[in-house]
DNA sequence: CCTAGCATGTAACCAGTTACATGATTCA
DNA sequence: TGAATCATGTAACTGGTTACATGCTAGG
């Protein structure tokens, strides 16, 4: 449900084929939000179909043509009123890792350690993203677009992915540490 | 998939049934790893199919027989399989609030400001849930069962949920202070 | 020469949600 | 009297993944 105002939300600035969406997604929502092509593209037809946006067909020789779609006013609105809408619940954020955790009891203690350093890794290459290629790009979007408003979002965005990375490399380290001294 | 080796989880610790099983998930996994009863069933089925696990039917009146899942050795192999599984990529968790703020930049800042109140006080309440109800259940297990080892882990966990929350509320504190000096 | 990027999509499948169906008991 | 708990499940649907199909261009 939520793909369909992650692509009604990025069209808002301007018109866009579902390639250049899936650009924009990896590059700023991915990790909050994040869709293959081959979901896009239906999705896409989708929003058409239900008057949200509608789309032009742009020629191109030795490779398929553009489609680029553009929003309607009926897409601005369905955006808005998603925009306003308040959850009355949290969603649980499903996660492999704290699961394995979770059922990690039964292994030995080498074998659990091991895992904890294996996924730190993995956090800390996160971290490392957000703090450069990401910033990097929100940067480059602001001297592009002149988005100044909506340049503080997705900063405070950025700022969650770099803080949920510091908090997890933190809690992996006292988990490590306690895992070593009483287990 | 990762419902299969939750239910599996839980079945190691003694033979269980489909409703006992949802209840273990609401008081322990439920924040990182969730489902509904509907889901539940059809899994347990597929688990018994795949000779995970095998079932006892306990005839009851006035309501519906209880069918008492137990692990099986091929079962319990399945599962440890899994725990030794590493991943080479994190996988991206999915917050549509965060989406939600990604895309509030073209809204009203009392508008803005609003949401982020309301989704800190759900935040608030579920910090508190880890801190009295979900600890208070910790406890009771490790008395009732006395799997000390598996303890570890599951408090573990537990504070993973407190850190995750005491993180998710100082970013909106920072987030509220910065919309009401910058915007 | 091979990989990455450009650019579209479909088909089959798996995971998960919502709604429906049944019905007794207990507690506020 | 009505909601919650116990206890099972199915059917229809939506969301999302994997695999397939096509084919050119640019760069290392």
Known sequence: ?????TLLGFLT??????YDLKKHIN???????????????PTLKKIENDGLAVSEVMPQNGKPDKKI??????????LLAWLGDFPKEITATKDSE??????????????????LRHHMALRQAQLHKYQTETKDYIKQ????????????????????GEQYEQMYITW???AI?????EM
Chains 1, 2 share one sequence.
């Open 27 to 41: 590059n700023s929502t991915k990790f909050f939000w994040d869709a293959k092509l081959s979901q896009i593209y």
């Open 1 to 5: 449900m939520s793909l369909k105002y």
């Open 98 to 115: 704290l699961l394995r955790s979770f059922f990690a009891g039964s292994l030995e203690k080498e074998n659990i350690l091991t895992h």
């Open 141 to 160: 979007v602001i001297i592009d677009t002149g988005l100044e408003r909506e340049a503080i979002m997705w900063e405070l965005t950025r700022r969650f």
């Open 177 to 181: 540490q306690l895992i070593e001294d």
């Open 13 to 18: 600035y301007g018109p866009l084929t579902g």
């Open 69 to 78: 779609y553009i929003i309607t006013d009926k897409g601005r609105a369905a």
């Open 172 to 174: 992996l380290e006292d």
